[in-house]
């Protein structure tokens, strides 16, 4: 797999980091919503470059101009319900892809630490020779990463895949390392060390999912 840190050189994506992870901050969902929104659309652009581009003639009042554009068919999909700002962001900048969503979530059994991945939701057009686009904002143990990739698979054969997360645990990247191909590319804005006994990434951010849309009901 290749791994794209973007936070290995200083820009304005530090700013979007450090104010995603503020305790301060955070209180303004509104706010934490647009950064995780603004870091998507710095990690899409990033992603873009190494997309394939054809020649194209655009007829303009006064002539024409040649200009290299795009020549994927993307298909963005995110991890339901924290991915959606991130969702917006690579939306904003591939505006005409096609989009799915996937809900996967930790199930807790008996209130014990240890959890497996649940799958309930899947809306996805045909992946066929596409190139996917799969969002999470948090890479913590990267599960949820791995098993949403595995239930797409019946949806056919992407040409290739980028994954995108805003922020990501050693141990997360490890660990899809092991289950994606190496010419699966990995676009991340900061990447932290470790992983506390719950699964969540330290110093991380805390639940990017209830920091965007509020706590959720435990079942």
């Not at 007829?59 to 339901?80: E, H, M, Q």
């Not at 939306?91 to 240890?114: K, M, T």
């Not at 190139?131 to 595995?150: H, K, R, W, Y």
Request: contains cysteine; proline residues 3%.
């Amino acid at each position: 797999m290749k791994i794209h840190n973007i936070s290995e050189q200083n820009s304005i994506l530090n700013t979007f980091i450090s104010e995603i992870r503020d305790v301060d901050i955070q209180k303004d969902r509104m706010r934490f919503r647009r950064n995780i929104e603004r870091i998507g659309e710095i990690l899409g652009y990033e992603l873009s470059k190494a997309l394939s581009f054809g020649s194209s003639q655009i007829k303009t009042p006064l002539g024409s101009s040649s200009i290299d554009l795009i020549a994927n068919d993307v298909v963005l999909c995110s991890i339901l319900r924290a991915g959606i700002p991130l969702h917006n962001g690579l939306l904003n900048y591939f505006d005409s892809a096609e989009n799915a969503f996937i809900s996967a979530y930790r199930h807790h059994s008996e209130n014990s630490d240890d959890f497996e991945i649940i799958v309930e939701y899947l809306a996805c057009p045909d992946l066929k020779n596409k190139t996917l686009i799969l969002a999470d904002p948090m890479l913590a143990t990267g599960q949820s990463m791995v098993t949403a990739f595995e239930a797409l698979k019946p949806y056919g054969t992407p040409k290739e895949v980028h994954l995108v997360s805003a922020i990501g645990a050693q141990e997360g990247l490890e660990y899809v390392e092991k289950h994606f191909g190496k010419d699966v590319h990995l676009w991340i804005a900061a990447i932290d060390e470790n992983l506390n006994e719950k699964g969540y990434i330290v110093p991380g951010l805390g639940d990017a999912g209830d920091l965007s849309f509020g706590e959720k009901l435990q079942h």
